[in-house]
């Protein structure tokens, strides 16, 4: 998990490209198989809660107008710390690798060591935001679960 800053999104450009999906919730999603033993991850930017989207910019040009502003250094449409919280990779589609193995794995692929690694409750974490209609922050849920841990 990392926490959202302009050298995390120019790293994401530079080294993943434009995601493969976006959400309207702000999400922005990568999947990768660079993984250990290349299983595949998931790389998931976080939206800030109560996320709202640019005035003026499609939902699948977010990142990338963002990306592109900060890279040219202007003001991106909106300042990053309005669009997303941060960044958590996970192994997708149910396989399980040891947290530190893919924390040592996501820092090679992305080239910036993450803020922590470690096991979380994600149906719990995504039950919540549901329940609050996307005004709670998933990055502060993923942190509050890996420091009690």
Known sequence: MWR??????LALQDRFGDPVDAYLNGSQVWLRDDGPGEVTVEWR???VA????PEGVDTYDVFTSTSLA???GVDPPTPIDRLWDGLEAFAAYGD????A????AATEALGIAPDACGVVDHQGIGDEWEKSGG???IIDALLTQLSSS
Do not use: D, K
Request: proline share 11%.
């Open 4 to 9: 959202i800053s302009p050298e995390l999104v």
């Open 45 to 47: 930017l976080h939206p």
């Open 50 to 53: 109560g996320y709202e989207r």
């Open 70 to 72: 900060l890279a040219q």
């Open 96 to 99: 399980e690798v040891e947290p």
């Open 101 to 104: 193995t893919l924390g040592n």
């Open 135 to 137: 005004r709670t922050s």
